[in-house]
């Protein structure tokens, strides 16, 4: 495993931000009379001065607002309306507001409903005597708009309350019963909060996910009687972030002076670290606070707001954590966000650490910036269960690297060269698309995170490689700044194109960004290619641009000029002679292709000069070529020791089912082992790439012998040693004997959960995309039996030769020149139009191998043609042994798109499903059926073959040609296969 994942990181559990908040105020209906309601509005502009607001505390969804005057036009607004709010606004003269707010309150009761009353002597003298119980709140307007932001906001809070506290969210209690002091505060607590809110949400990795942290802001709670402070607080202890109360207000009913007093000191008395303001109009009060350990706010003060602002800022909190000298009280430290409270950590002076954790500081400030998973785990961690402030510090350090993790993945972050380092994982440059694999490698970070399983085994760790893409917009403005079109565009040779890109220079704001990647990654680093139309559902573009790597050296400003030239060689690559004959193929139109880039980090280990992965791998979720025991559904994997282009280039890998990794085929007999396992492998060359980038991405990559792994040390746990002496194949690594990638400990052994793995991110990707797909993925073996899975690509699987949405069993025997029930491959083939059959009147398998011999020169024959056609013929094609059938080699029947194996009624044989010849089969598409007619298995046609003339006949050969095609369509989820009469068409 990594370094860094081998730490016991805790597990922490994710706040779901889309779920807070939940409830808000869309509509405010405004009770009052035109004069009044223009006063509220200074100039008419109510909605507009709000949204004002909501924009600069970064807010959404700010209400409309429905203003009445009377019975009436109240009751046909409610009637139109729904409405979460009510403000009612009584006027100087009558207090008809009142009545008709009652009668609201009476039919609708849930609609909170708040006083607005202008603050002056005649109005308050009036109200004195006035019942105002159905009413949640009366406030007093000072003729600011901050009033109805915190008057909407404080209702929205009481309603999200219970919900949000759940999910860690923090409360912020005030106690006062005078309007006209709450009137005043509320507006500045919110003011302050919601700007807090606003710095720390900066931290999230996005803008969307900016928004969303904004939820986990503290909740403002507003209480006016001891009793109902003491309720809330004692239902919400855990997570009260402070507490503001006033001294003098109602308890027992009764105005009580010293409520305050006792209720800080009974909250002291259950939290002895919470943050207590105590607030009075009577400065003599401060002693009193200063016995239940609150800070005092005099509210004579000219600047009270600005005290306020100061004692939360400083003790709630919020702001930058700053560590004290617990002797001095002065400044020893700064601290502005999570990373560099990670940065920090172990350098920060153990006395103030010390100082702060045990006054639960540490978690508190968490808190406040909405960070609740971390601030629980340490929050319960407290000085009296560890006394080590060192095992503080790794504890601390630990809690902040798990948190990061668990935040980055799934998540495309935005990147930012202060913030990437090598705890981010997904992050993008610019504001395009993703591109088709920077969609896939994004889709299955997601995967990742949605299903934890995949990383429930101990000794394996499933992720995707540290990733930065720059997106399509960057490779528009390379085009545009460079001018580079009309060289694109043109014929010139694919080195010229290269030549130009190379030339040219990429955007200046860019190269800051890639020194600071390179600042954090320093393994080996992939560069591919991700257009909009490349693994695009229905576009097969996989494998059409270029892939470069580039070495890890020492150098920065080397690697920054060899990463710079292969982001212009992928860039190039759009234009290339091949690109642009496929474009025209698929009927796309080059100059609308745009190139994303994706940078990502290469899977392996270093072996000297050279780096590579134990393993790499393709697995598809359908096995079109299932047999013995496996299922289609079962799925299929072609592994290959080092980097996966040797797999990509066709070369020779094991086919393995990931439910039956106990039997491979190629592993089963000694002599197909021996022929038919990987002798080359692909590494990365490390050395400095002096000269110029090449059209052909793999000029830096070395194809070496198997025997070279062996020296590395890379083999163990994948490979097989043979014994010349005994004639057997020996799982593990050996003196003397040729070494076989067998894969054994990894497949058989249990050494590493591959197979378990590969079954589950199949049937996940299957689900998850809702169609067959193709996973590209590594693995990094240890020698102490730990891995690390890595997810490199997934793209559904589209080869539009293989799509086939049709029941081949409802097409009738008399329009098929052959069937069969029994049948391997898949898709649909309209291009052949020749059948090559053994003829069977006095078939003899004596003469089996003269049959190889005329098949031979008849196949060659094909081969330099460019056709390919139906082969038939009795007994297994490619057995050893003559007697069991037609001792062809795979290249004697090469042009061949279907072999069909057909038993006769004395020579019966059990069929082989082109076991001989499996591995290119696969690679090539070929059909393979097994057909016997005679026993009423399946159609063939022969008496119709024979009545045609023949373009060639041998001794036991037979060639017949036809003017129409023999459409061959092969069904192996269910085993179906037909090659229809020539001319139908079904």
């Not at 105005?255 to 007093?261: C, F, I, N, Q, S």
């Not at 992928?570 to 609308?592: E, G, H, L, P, W």
């Not at 002599?671 to 050395?687: C, D, G, N, P, S």
């Not at 799982?731 to 050494?751: E, H, M, N, P």
Request: aromatic content about 10%; proline content about 4%.
């Amino acid at each position: 495993m990594t370094d860094d994942k081998n730490k016991e990181c805790p597990l922490l559990r994710d706040t779901a931000f889309v779920d807070l908040m939940k409830r808000r105020i869309f509509n405010v209906l405004l009770i009052a009379n035109p004069y009044d309601a223009f006063m509220l509005e200074d100039d008419g502009r109510v909605e507009e001065k709000i949204f004002d607001e909501y924009v600069k505390l970064g807010l959404r969804y700010p209400p409309r607002f429905f203003q009445v005057a009377s019975q009436e036009e109240a009751e046909e607004e409610l009637g139109k309306t729904t409405f979460d709010l009510i403000i009612c606004m009584p006027g100087t003269d009558n207090n008809d507001v009142f009545d008709i707010a009652r009668g609201i309150k009476t039919d609708n009761p849930t609609i909170p409903i708040v006083v607005l009353t202008p603050f002056s002597h005649g109005i308050r003298k009036s109200m004195e005597n006035m019942d105002f119980s159905i009413f949640d709140y009366v406030f007093c307007w000072l003729g600011n708009t901050d009033l109805l932001l915190s008057i909407i906001k404080l209702i929205e809070d009481k309603m999200n309350l219970e919900n949000d506290v759940a999910a860690g969210v923090q409360m912020i209690l005030l106690v006062e019963d005078s309007i006209r002091f709450y009137s005043s505060i509320l507006p500045n607590l919110y003011r302050f909060v919601l700007q807090q809110s606003l710095e720390f949400a900066t931290e999230a990795l996005n803008a969307q996910l900016e928004t969303l942290r904004m939820r986990g802001r503290p909740k403002i709670v507003l209480a006016r009687t001891y009793e109902e402070a003491w309720g809330l607080y004692t239902r919400h202890k855990e997570n009260t972030l402070g507490v503001i109360s006033d001294c003098r207000f109602p308890r027992n009913g009764k105005t009580d002076e010293m409520a305050g007093y006792e209720l800080l000191s009974a909250i002291r008395a259950e939290d002895e670290f919470v943050p207590l303001i105590m607030e009075s109009t009577e400065a003599d009060k401060s002693a009193w606070a200063e016995k239940c350990g609150a800070h005092f706010i005099d509210k004579n003060s000219k600047k009270i707001g600005v005290d306020l602002r100061r004692l939360v800022r400083r003790h709630f909190g919020f702001g930058d954590f700053v560590f004290l000298d617990p002797n001095t009280m002065e400044e020893v430290a700064r601290i502005k966000n999570l990373k560099d409270l990670q940065n920090n950590i172990f350098t920060l002076p153990k006395e103030s650490l010390l100082y702060h954790i045990t006054r639960n500081n540490v978690s508190r400030w968490l808190c406040s910036r909405a960070l609740f998973p971390i601030s629980e785990f340490l929050k319960h961690i407290t000085w009296r269960s560890l006394q080590d402030v060192d095992a503080h510090r790794q504890i601390i350090y630990d809690a902040i690297v798990s948190y990061r993790r668990m935040k980055n993945q799934g998540v495309v972050a935005v990147f930012h060269r202060d913030r990437f380092d090598r705890f981010s994982n997904f992050a993008r440059i610019g504001e395009g698309s993703l591109g088709g694999k920077g969609r896939g490698l994004a889709f299955l970070d997601h995967i990742i995170k949605q299903h934890p399983e995949l990383n429930a085994f101990d000794n394996a760790d499933v992720m995707i490689p540290k990733t930065v893409v720059l997106c399509t917009d960057i490779f528009d403005e390379f085009m545009d700044t460079n001018e580079l079109y009309q060289i694109a565009l043109s014929d010139i040779p694919d080195e010229e194109i290269l030549r130009a890109f190379l030339q040219a220079r990429l955007p200046e704001r860019l190269i800051g960004d890639l020194e600071a990647y390179l600042d954090v990654v320093r393994q080996p680093i992939a560069i591919r290619s991700s257009s909009l139309l490349e693994d695009a559902h229905y576009q097969p573009f996989a494998g059409i641009y270029s892939t470069y790597m580039i070495p890890y050296v020492e150098s920065r400003d080397v690697r920054l000029k060899m990463l710079r030239d292969a982001i212009k060689g992928v860039y190039a690559s759009v234009f290339y002679r091949d690109s642009k004959a496929y474009m025209t193929a698929t009927s796309n139109v080059i100059d609308q292709e745009k190139m994303a880039v994706i940078l990502q980090e290469v899977a392996g280990n270093r072996y000297g000069d050279r780096f590579y992965p134990n393993i790499s791998g393709v697995a598809r979720s359908v096995n079109y070529y299932p047999i013995g025991d496996e299922k289609a559904e079962d799925g299929t994997v072609n592994l290959a020791l080092g980097l996966g282009k040797y797999i990509v280039d066709g070369g020779m890998n094991l086919r393995v089912c990931p439910a039956h990794p106990d039997k491979v085929l190629q592993t089963s007999e000694m002599e197909i082992a021996l022929r038919e396992t990987q002798t080359r492998f692909y590494a990365l060359e490390m050395k400095a790439v002096e000269e110029d980038f090449r059209v052909d991405d793999g000029f830096n990559l070395l194809k070496l012998p198997v025997k070279e792994a062996e020296l590395d040390g890379s083999l163990q746990f994948i490979a097989s040693t043979y014994d010349p002496y005994d004639m057997v194949i020996r799982d593990g690594i050996y003196d003397g004997g040729r070494k076989l990638v067998t894969f054994c400990g990894v497949l058989q052994q249990g050494v590493f959960p591959l197979p378990e793995l590969l079954r589950l991110i199949l049937k996940l990707g299957r689900e998850s995309m809702r169609r067959e797909v193709e996973i590209e993925f590594a693995v990094k073996l240890n020698p102490d039996r730990t891995g690390v899975f890595y997810l490199l690509q997934i793209r559904p699987m589209v080869d539009n030769k293989m799509m086939l949405d049709e029941d081949l069993t409802e097409i009738p025997d008399e329009k098929t020149l052959i069937r069969s029930h029994n049948a391997i491959g898949q898709g649909v083939s309209n291009e052949v139009y020749d059948v090559v059959y053994v003829k069977t009147g006095d078939y003899s398998a004596y003469n089996n191998p003269a049959i190889a011999d005329e098949i031979d020169r008849i196949n060659r024959r094909f081969l330099e043609e460019g056709r390919n056609y139906v082969l038939v013929g009795p007994g297994r094609w490619g057995s050893s042994d003559p007697w069991l059938g037609v001792p062809v080699k795979w290249p004697n029947i090469s042009a061949a798109r279907v072999i069909v194996e057909s038993g006769l009624t004395n020579y019966r044989v059990d069929p082989s499903q082109g076991t001989h010849f499996f591995q290119n089969l696969t690679s090539f598409g070929v059909g393979y059926f097994t057909v016997n007619d005679f026993l009423g298995d399946g159609v063939y046609n022969q008496a119709f073959l024979n009545s045609q003339p023949a373009v060639e006949e041998t001794a036991h050969v037979r060639h017949v040609r036809f003017s129409s095609p023999v459409v061959i369509k092969v069904d192996g989820m269910k085993k179906e296969g037909v090659v229809m009469l020539p001319g139908v068409e079904q």
